[in-house]
Antibody, heavy 118, light 108 residues
Framework: EVHLVESGGGLVQPGRSLRLSCTASGFILGDYAMTWFRQAPGKGLEWLGFIRSRASGGTAEYAASVKGRFAILRDDSKSIAYLQMSSLKTEDTAVYYC?????????WGQGTLVTVSS | EIVLTQSPGTLSLSPGERATLSCRASQSVTSSYLAWYQQKPGRAPRLLIYGATSRATGIPDRFSGSGSGTDFTLTISRLEPEDFAVYYCQQYGSSPQTFGQGTKVEIK
């Protein structure tokens, strides 16, 4: 059974960095692109970006709102995808979701809450 | 960037009624790469429809998607109690991928 579990969320001060992890089980992470989304409290869904599988080049694409501040990485040997976030702003406060695939994902994690506040 | 506009913002209906949700794109969606998700409070989104018209695995046939180009529709033929939720459309044919702002289907 496919499972995705996000971790690493919490309270962080503006300007600081945080790394989220997405631990995959039930499938071979290396065979899939992985995408990150977020949802600010009471708001809609926002696509942040995705990373291609190694077979497809392993490169990433990002939304303009996070490009240059966020990086999506992967360690296929550990079955973990990462979202490295830097220069965090209060408006980055949201629940962050990882999902399998790069288009219309069927499998999503349960989300992890990141609160950016002083 | 393709802007998706969903209407109405809120739909108040009774169980057993038909729900029609609209998603309009600011420009044509490539290859009908349009998806619909259902989301309940505190839960991750659930994929209902992809490719504008294809039901995801395990989705009941009361859910159907239609449309192409810039106009798309999600229809729930007869609302069940578990269908009251927020619904989002998403286009994934052009980067950046974008979502509509959501339609809340509430119990009348």
């Amino acid at each position: 059974e496919v499972h995705l579990v996000e971790s690493g969320g919490g309270l962080v001060q503006p300007g600081r960095s945080l790394r989220l992890s997405c631990t995959a089980s039930g499938f071979i992470l290396g065979d899939y692109a992985m995408t990150w989304f977020r949802q600010a409290p009471g708001k809609g869904l926002e696509w942040l970006g995705f990373i291609r599988s190694r077979a497809s080049g392993g490169t990433a694409e990002y939304a303009a709102s996070v490009k240059g501040r966020f990086a999506i990485l992967r360690d296929d040997s550990k079955s973990i995808a990462y979202l490295q976030m830097s220069s965090l702003k209060t408006e980055d406060t949201a629940v962050y979701y990882c999902a399998r695939g790069s288009g219309s994902p069927f499998y999503w994690g349960q989300g992890t809450l990141v609160t950016v506040s002083s | 960037e393709i802007v998706l506009t969903q209407s109405p913002g809120t739909l108040s209906l009774s169980p057993g009624e038909r729900a029609t949700l609209s998603c309009r794109a600011s420009q044509s969606v490539t290859s009908s790469y349009l998806a619909w998700y259902q989301q309940k409070p505190g839960r991750a989104p659930r994929l209902l429809i992809y490719g504008a018209t294809s039901r995801a695995t395990g989705i009941p046939d009361r859910f159907s998607g239609s449309g192409s180009g810039t106009d798309f529709t999600l229809t729930i033929s007869r609302l069940e109690p578990e269908d009251f939720a927020v619904y989002y459309c998403q286009q994934y044919g052009s980067s950046p991928q974008t979502f509509g702002q959501g339609t809340k289907v509430e119990i009348k």
